[in-house]
Structures are given as structure tokens and as C-alpha cells.
């Protein structure tokens, strides 16, 4: 009997090589001794920097700092280039929703402005990577830098020098892990979708509300991972990207609590999934029309994000101490680990620590998105082992273990079907079979030898009068045919077929193997139920059965 294989092992195995890809990722960046068979070819042009302001030079700058900006609103810094070089290098600066504009000895040689007609086009925070020219000697570079938000307006980023595919190392080495994980997050949403709509049998809303909500998250951690510019370079996607996942994250959540968790407090679920469904229109119409900015609203978004998660967690609480509903307990223990990576991160938003995500709390996130997709997993798993053992016992329950064939359950449920449904019982037709010397073959040659010559009759029976309908086995030596033909012709030609096969065997056995048959065909008129076609097929059989008798005693 086949097996179904287990996925407990496999779980296991992935499980252990994510741990060994985690400690390797994130502990091995922690060793004192450097390995890296690539070298170090760029520098943090960190020193040497002075600021102007007005036109006066002030004092020395180590970066990242903030600056004070001119009348102008722009930040001016400049350095010297003291030492020379003999190939092209560049200069890697990273702008926080600023305009950017770089000189050398007073010549401009690059410029990154956001088009004020263009309300349409959100700032972004960038990588500017600057090709300079070789031989440079004692060059001042100069630095200019505008941001219409007073959060980013006096802010300097770090600045870097080297070859450029150095400083794209630097890049991938510093951040890529925020990528890397924004994207496991991503296909483990996907997964869980995929899953629910074509291996899960539930087909769960509930699981899309918490999967979809896994993929806003994912999106919105490979949007601030520092480094989707460099495979997508698309100012508009990169600036709008973040915000909207933030401001889409509270709509899942508040489908998935409202319609599977909460009993008491629907309506307050309801009211939050209208007003974060407006909110999004409303951010996006905002930026559309130049009248808030995507960042100049993301306050206000957060804060509606927190109070919902607040009271999440509060209304759940309630619900599972006050009304005992343990669907709200789960989902309380599950929902702790979102809301303190959420209060975290939105609590270093609003206070402008906008050093994006931290390690540790995305190390954690993709531990718990692991757990859910394993449990998910093993959920699936358990189900397909329900699953086929329930089939195998329906099975058991329509099928005859001596004969593998169909048994009287089977036939019972088959036939009033047939002779209700009006697309079959007009061409409806009942055959019932019965050995004419059964019990002289188990006396004479024992049951063993009487078995095996039920299965030969019914594989008899089956050969001959499967083609047009179906075959089964009701008890002890008794078979019956439900047809969808009432052609007599064809039946009696499958009744010689089956003496012929009769024939045969019986003179190749020991015995001979005698089966005697009666039929009816279905009249709307005269039949009411189906026992009423069964009395007469049955009738027909014993006449059949008593006609051969009489013939074999004269």
C-alpha cells in the first residue's frame, strides 16, 4: 500500500541550513581577523571637510555630521584632493531626500535636482556615484546639498573614494543583507500564496489577509535597504515605495482581525480597515497634487499604524481575558513579536533616528516569518495525511475486498442516482447475477478455491459489461450491472460473450463455473423507486436460473 512520505525531515534539514546561513551572515561579521580575498580598495573621505556658510568658511567637519545651512538653505562643504591618482576613481556620497550638486576647483561636474514642476516625483534618498578624473592635484571638491525637509536639511551623509566597483562591494557588503532578507520575506509570502490556492484545500482568506501582509512588510524592508537603487533605478519607485507599504500594512491586519479573530469588536475593526483604506488614497493624492509630500505625511500615517497596533493588542487582550475567545489568544501571542518590531521602528522613525531597520530586529522578524511558514508547512502536511487516510477509509466503505470491485454500498448510492437523474435512467438498464453452483464448489473443493472462483466470475462480468456502465459485487455470489443501455441487442450480446468466458474456464478448472442473469430497463410509468426494477431484474434471474435446472434434469 503506498506510503505517504513525511515532511518532518525535510522541515528539519531547512531549518538547520537557515540557522547555519544566519550565524554565518551575521556572527561572522563579528571576527576580528579579516578574511575577505577581496581587498579593501576605497576610503571614508570622512576628514578635511569645512563648511561655508554665507561665504565664511567655518569650522572642520568630520562626517557624517549635521551642518548648518546658508540663506540659501543649502549645505556647502569642500575638501582637498591632497593626493594624486593615476587611474579614474569616484566619489560615493549618499543623499537623504536632497538635492545634490558636486564641483571641482569651482567647475560643476554633477547634478542631481528634483524638478520643482515635477510635485509628481517624490525625493529620494540616493547613492551618487561620481567618475573623477586621474591625476587630480591639490583639487578642492566642493559639495552642495538641499532638502525641503527640516528633518534632512542640515544632514551630511558619509562620504567614500575609490574604484567603483570597490564601492559597489561596499554597498553589498554593508547592506546587502537587508536586501537578502526583504527578499526571503517576499518569496515566503508568495509561498504561503501560492500553497493556500493550489496544495491547501481550505483556500483560506485568512491566510492570503496574513500572507499579503507578509509581502507589504518584505517590500517595505527591501525598500529600505539602502540598495534597490542599484537594481532599481527608478527615483519615483524608490521614493514612494516605503510609504506605501507603510501606509498599506494596517488594511491586511485589520481584514484578517475583523473577519477571523474578533467576535466582540467588529465594528472598531471595520472602522479602522475604512479609514486606512482612505488614508492610502488620500497619500497618494496628496503627493499626485503637490500638497504633502509622501514623507511630510508618513508621521501621520505611523501614528495611525501604532494606535491601530495599540489597540490590536489591547482589544485582543479583552477578548480572549473577558469573553474567552482563544482564537484572540493565539493570535495575541503571534501578534507580539510584529507589534514590538513595530513600536520600534516606528518610535526611531519619529524621532529621527532614520538608520532604517536594525539587524536584530530584522533577524528576529525572519525568525518568526520562518517558524510561520514551517508550521504552515507541517499544517499542510498533517491535513494531506488526514486527508488520504479519510479517502482510504471511503474507499474501504464502497469497495469489496475479495474482488477489489464495487460493493452493495456502492450500489445502492449508484443506482439511486441512475434512476433519478433524467440524463441517465431513460437509457437505464439493471442486471443482476447469481452462481448456479456456488455451494458445490465450496463443499467439493473448499472456500479457498470458492473465492478465487467469485473473483474469476466477476472479472468475467466486469470484462464483458463494464464498457457500457458499471460492476458490483452485493453479497455472497451475487453480482449486478448497473448499464446505460437499453439495447437488447447489446446485452444479449454480452450475455453469449459471458457464457463463452463461462465456458472457457470451466474447461480449464476442475469445476464447472455456471452464472445465471436477469435484467430491467427503466419505464417512468411503471417503476416509483428503484427496488421496483431490482424486485423484477431479480425475478428475471431466478427464472433464468430455474429455466437451466429443468433443462439440466430432463
Known amino acids: 500500500m503506498f506510503k505517504q512520505k513525511s515532511f518532518k525531515p525535510y522541515i528539519t534539514i531547512f531549518l538547520v541550513a537557515i540557522m547555519i546561513i544566519f550565524f554565518a551572515f551575521f556572527f561572522g561579521s563579528k571576527s576580528n581577523q579579516n578574511l575577505n580575498i577581496i581587498n579593501k580598495n576605497y576610503a571614508e573621505l570622512d576628514r578635511g571637510w569645512y563648511t561655508i556658510v554665507d561665504g565664511q568658511r567655518e569650522s572642520v567637519l568630520e562626517l557624517p555630521d549635521n551642518v548648518e545651512t546658508g540663506d540659501d538653505g543649502w549645505i556647502t562643504i569642500y575638501n582637498d584632493l591632497g593626493r594624486p591618482f593615476e587611474h579614474k576613481q569616484n566619489l560615493l556620497i549618499r543623499s537623504s531626500l536632497q538635492d545634490v550638486i558636486i564641483y571641482i576647483d569651482g567647475v560643476e561636474i554633477y547634478r542631481h535636482l528634483k524638478e520643482d514642476d515635477l510635485d509628481i516625483l517624490p525625493y529620494a534618498s540616493l547613492w551618487h556615484i561620481i567618475e573623477l578624473e586621474p591625476h587630480l592635484e591639490d583639487s578642492t571638491i566642493t559639495i552642495k546639498l538641499y532638502s525641503p525637509y527640516q528633518s534632512f536639511e542640515n544632514t551630511v551623509n558619509e562620504v567614500y573614494f575609490g574604484a567603483e566597483g570597490d564601492l559597489y562591494i561596499y554597498l553589498f557588503n554593508t547592506f546587502g543583507y537587508r536586501l537578502v532578507i526583504g527578499i526571503f520575506i517576499l518569496l515566503s509570502g508568495i509561498i504561503v500564496l501560492i500553497i493556500n490556492k493550489f496544495l491547501d484545500k481550505e483556500h483560506s482568506n485568512g491566510r492570503i489577509y496574513l500572507a499579503t501582509s507578509v509581502i507589504i512588510i518584505s517590500l517595505w524592508i527591501i525598500s529600505e535597504s539602502r540598495i534597490l537603487q542599484l537594481i532599481i533605478p527608478n527615483q519615483f519607485i524608490l521614493g514612494s515605495l516605503p510609504y506605501l507599504m507603510v501606509a498599506l500594512m494596517g488594511i491586511p491586519i485589520a481584514h484578517y482581525v475583523k473577519d477571523y479573530i474578533s467576535i466582540q469588536y467588529k465594528k472598531v475593526y471595520f472602522g479602522f480597515l475604512t479609514y486606512y483604506k482612505i488614508q492610502f488614497v488620500a497619500v497618494i493624492l496628496l503627493q499626485l497634487f503637490g500638497i504633502m509630500a509622501y514623507f511630510q505625511s508618513a508621521t501621520i500615517v505611523q501614528i495611525s499604524i501604532l494606535i491601530g497596533v495599540f489597540t490590536v493588542a489591547i482589544l485582543s487582550f479583552i477578548e480572549y481575558y473577558k469573553y474567552q475567545n482563544k482564537k484572540a489568544r493565539v493570535f495575541l501571542n503571534h501578534f507580539m513579536v510584529i507589534f514590538i518590531f513595530a513600536l520600534v521602528e516606528i ?48 474507499e474501504l466503505i464502497y469497495i469489496d475486498t475479495l474482488t477489489g470491485g464495487k460493493n452493495r454500498n456502492a450500489f445502492e448510492i449508484d443506482i439511486e442516482k441512475a434512476f433519478n437523474d433524467p440524463y441517465i435512467n431513460h437509457e437505464l438498464r439493471i442486471v443482476m447475477f447469481d452462481f448456479d453452483n456456488f455451494k458445490e464448489i465450496n463443499d467439493s473443493f473448499g472456500h479457498v478455491e470458492g473465492d478465487e472462483a467469485l473473483k474469476t466470475g466477476f472479472t468475467l462480468i466486469k470484462t464483458v459489461f463494464e464498457p457500457f456502465g458499471k460492476c458490483y459485487r452485493i453479497g455472497g455470489d451475487e453480482f449486478a450491472c448497473i448499464l446505460e443501455t437499453k439495447d437488447k441487442e447489446i446485452y444479449d450480446e454480452c450475455l453469449e460473450e459471458l457464457n463463452v468466458g463461462l465456458d472457457n474456464v470451466s474447461n480449464e478448472e476442475k469445476y464447472e463455473l455456471l452464472i445465471s442473469a436477469g435484467s430491467c430497463v427503466f419505464e417512468k410509468d411503471k417503476f416509483e423507486k428503484p427496488s421496483d426494477m431490482l424486485r423484477v431484474a431479480d425475478q428475471l434471474m431466478y427464472q433464468n436460473k430455474n429455466k437451466k435446472q429443468k433443462k439440466d434434469s430432463n
Do not use: A, C, D
Request: charged content about 10%; glycine content about 4%; cysteine-free.
Open 347 to 394: 518610535t526611531n522613525f519619529m524621532l529621527n533616528g532614520f538608520s532604517h531597520t536594525s539587524m536584530y530586529g530584522l533577524f528576529i522578524l525572519t525568525l518568526y516569518v520562518i517558524y510561520l511558514i514551517v508550521r504552515y508547512i507541517m499544517q499542510i502536511s498533517e491535513r494531506f495525511k488526514l486527508s488520504y487516510k479519510l479517502e482510504l477509509t471511503s
